[in-house]
T-cell receptor, first 114, second 113 residues
Framework: DVKVTQSSRYLVKRTGEKVFLECVQD?????MFWYRQDPGLGLRLIYF???????EKGDIPEGYSVSREKKERFSLILESASTNQTSMYLC?????????????FGDGTRLSIL | KQEVTQIPAALSVPEGENLVLNCSFT??????LQWFRQDPGKGLTSLLL?????REQTSGRLNASLDKSSGRSTLYIAASQPGDSATYLC????????????FGSGTRLSIRP
């Protein structure tokens, strides 16, 4: 069965800390995505990657970076966490294709920045 | 720019009723449309994906339709159950590249026992 695993369900960090959110998929998918979800704003794409070491900015990349050293793992990095980055973070993956393939999501990480 | 709208934002119906959730999108040149379910505090679960060449897709008590020309999709849930209570989101491709998608803000569905 399809599985996208996010390393933490809940995380509490302090302002200014460097924060790593990890995501692993076991489906050999080429594409991986990071979203954040906020009440009233819906899901917004932060970054995505369509291959190892490749990345593209989404709609709200400011304050974030990503790393994709292995196909199965996609990391989201908050370089210097701020309170406005308190949110639910969702990772997803999909197989490569000229047209969209179904995206499969992890259970999310609820991140609080104090 | 593609925009996806879901109305109403919330819906409450008694158990056993059939119901329809609506999704509209502004750019009809889409490859496909996907419906997701999200339980509180959880990630998204893909329910149905309709390719642009299809008019509908069925899975159990769920039936999704697609009318590209009018920019609309509906998710029909038959014989609703309390376990169907969740937020339902639709999503369409928002860019020319193959993989990025745009989500609606969702309809929060509550089924009353």
């Amino acid at each position: 069965d399809v599985k996208v695993t996010q390393s933490s369900r809940y995380l509490v960090k302090r302002t200014g800390e460097k924060v790593f959110l990890e995501c692993v998929q076991d489906m050999d998918h080429e594409n991986m995505f990071w979203y954040r979800q906020d009440p009233g704003l819906g899901l917004r794409l932060i970054y995505f990657s369509y291959d190892v070491k490749m990345k593209e900015k989404g709609d709200i990349p400011e304050g974030y970076s990503v790393s994709r050293e292995k196909k199965e793992r996609f990391s989201l990095i908050l370089e210097s966490a701020s309170t406005n980055q308190t949110s639910m973070y969702l990772c997803a993956s999909s197989s490569q294709g000229r047209v969209n393939q179904p995206q499969h999501f992890g259970d999310g990480t609820r991140l609080s920045i104090l | 720019k593609q925009e996806v709208t879901q109305i109403p934002a919330a819906l409450s119906v008694p158990e056993g009723e059939n119901l329809v959730l609506n999704c509209s999108f502004t750019d009809s040149a889409i490859y496909n449309l996907q419906w997701f379910r999200q339980d509180p505090g959880k990630g998204l679960t893909s329910l149905l994906l309709i390719q642009s060449s299809q008019r509908e897709q069925t899975s159990g008590r769920l039936n999704a339709s697609l009318d590209k020309s009018s920019g609309r999709s509906t998710l029909y849930i038959a014989a609703s159950q309390p376990g169907d209570s969740a937020t339902y989101l639709c999503a369409v491709p928002g860019y020319s590249s193959a993989s990025k998608i745009i989500f609606g803000s969702g309809t929060r569905l509550s089924i009353r026992p």
